[in-house]
């Protein structure tokens, strides 16, 4: 059975709050007992260093342990930094330092999202008298160069990592026992729910959740979405939203429903198939296939609409939206014991701004449901 970690959220809290705990008292923690707010229980954080800075501030120091998930920021250091704030109104004041990655669709705000900023806040308000105010700068030493491995910069975050996530626990999200785990929620889930939205990673759940669709509805799928879509019918789940970033969802379209990347990819083949299906010239279409990412041919994609007045992104990825629903459709039933698929599936694509891309008819349809 795989070991489950934490996420880097939790540590750079447990760090913050090792650091104020050192203002306050002058003396360091070894341990510090977090809050994970979601799941509600508490994690025993250990400490690696604390030292005070000068009189106001003070920094202590913590190390990723995502379990056994393949993660690349294991036993990366955490710092935080935290200094009394008399200055401004808000109790407590979240910056990223250096290693946190800044969100180039946000005028470079850095990449510290909503699960990461309610933790920490939480967490360290109720350590706060009333009237006190701090300023807490998370660093991540080795952020900048690890950012390289990651597919932040698909998401338009550079120059670091981000601190993402929705929830405190790290849990392994390719290996087989963790499908386990996954089906496991999405059976309590459909015992609640008859429409329920499939997200295959992080940023699908906090933008679902930040348009309003009921939390308790996403169901993590990591890259098992083709036996999630299978179970989902045999548990007479009636509607599924598929809600993804574009260059992982438009596999389906290619009948690639385990969509790790060391197993199959197909994505340039599946944009220039559909470009060429619409009639793009064949010179862009030689361009969306040699491009090096999903993204940098959507972006070729709406330079042609700038320059032809074409909506050629908007037609391509309409095209894709409605192959994913078919091709789902046939993958339920192609797997299913009946030979029929109860279960209607429509898709959302976005791009790595977070904006929505396309809706499928059926995607249109179920996020007016849901939202």
């Known amino acids: 059975m795989s070991r489950s970690g934490y996420t880097l959220p939790v540590f750079a809290c447990a760090a913050a709050v090792a650091a104020l705990h050192w203002l306050r008292h002058r003396q360091p923690l070894t341990v510090t007992s977090i809050d994970l707010i979601s799941p509600s229980q508490l994690a025993e954080i250990p400490i690696e260093q604390v030292a005070g800075l000068s009189e106001n501030a003070a920094l202590a120091i913590t190390r990723s342990d995502p379990g056994d998930n393949l993660d690349l920021t294991r036993n990366t250091p955490i710092w935080a930094m935290v200094a009394w704030n008399e200055g401004d109104e808000e109790t407590v004041i979240i910056q990223g330092g250096e290693g946190i990655g800044k969100q180039l669709n946000g005028e470079?705000?850095?990449?510290?999202?909503?699960?990461?900023?309610?933790?920490?806040?939480?967490?360290?308000?109720?350590?706060?008298?009333?009237?006190?105010?701090?300023?807490?700068?998370?660093?991540?030493?080795?952020?900048?160069?690890?950012?390289?491995?990651?597919?932040?910069?698909?998401?338009?975050?550079?120059?670091?990592?981000?601190?993402?996530?929705?929830?405190?626990?790290?849990?392994?999200?390719?290996?087989?026992?963790?499908?386990?785990?996954?089906?496991?929620?999405?059976?309590?889930?459909?015992?609640?729910?008859?429409?329920?939205?499939?997200?295959?990673?992080?940023?699908?759940?906090?933008?679902?959740?930040?348009?309003?669709?009921?939390?308790?509805?996403?169901?993590?799928?990591?890259?098992?979405?083709?036996?999630?879509?299978?179970?989902?019918?045999?548990?007479?789940?009636?509607?599924?939203?598929?809600?993804?970033?574009?260059?992982?969802?438009?596999?389906?379209?290619?009948?690639?429903?385990?969509?790790?990347?060391?197993?199959?990819?197909?994505?340039?083949?599946?944009?220039?198939?559909?470009?060429?299906?619409?009639?793009?010239?064949?010179?862009?279409?030689?361009?969306?296939?040699?491009?090096?990412?999903?993204?940098?041919?959507?972006?070729?994609?709406?330079?042609?609409?700038?320059?032809?007045?074409?909506?050629?992104?908007?037609?391509?990825y309409s095209r894709i939206a409605e192959t994913i629903d078919a091709r789902s459709q046939e993958y339920i039933k192609s797997h299913s014991n009946r030979g029929t698929a109860t279960t209607v599936c429509g898709s959302v694509l976005f791009d790595r701004d977070r904006q929505i891309i396309v809706k499928s008819k059926t995607g249109c349809m179920l996020m007016g449901k849901l939202c």
């Open 108 to 316: 470079g705000n850095a990449a510290i999202y909503s699960y990461a900023q309610k933790l920490l806040t939480e967490n360290l308000q109720r350590l706060l008298a009333p009237g006190e105010k701090i300023t807490v700068r998370i660093i991540l030493p080795e952020g900048r160069s690890l950012a390289v491995r990651t597919s932040n910069s698909a998401f338009g975050v550079v120059e670091g990592l981000s601190l993402l996530g929705t929830t405190g626990i790290s849990q392994p999200l390719s290996t087989p026992d963790q499908l386990t785990a996954f089906r496991s929620d999405l059976q309590a889930k459909a015992s609640r729910f008859e429409s329920l939205v499939f997200c295959i990673g992080e940023n699908g759940l906090d933008l679902a959740a930040k348009l309003g669709i009921n939390c308790q509805q996403l169901v993590k799928t990591a890259n098992w979405l083709g036996p999630l879509l299978v179970e989902a019918d045999i548990l007479g789940v009636k509607e599924i939203l598929l809600f993804g970033y574009h260059g992982k969802l438009m596999k389906l379209a290619g009948g690639i429903f385990h969509t790790h990347h060391h197993l199959a990819d197909g994505r340039r083949e599946i944009l220039a198939a559909h470009c060429a299906m619409l009639g793009l010239k064949s010179s862009d279409i030689e361009v969306v296939f040699h491009s090096p990412t999903a993204e940098s041919a959507l972006q070729h994609l709406r330079s042609l609409d700038y320059a032809t007045g074409c909506d050629w992104s908007k037609q391509v």
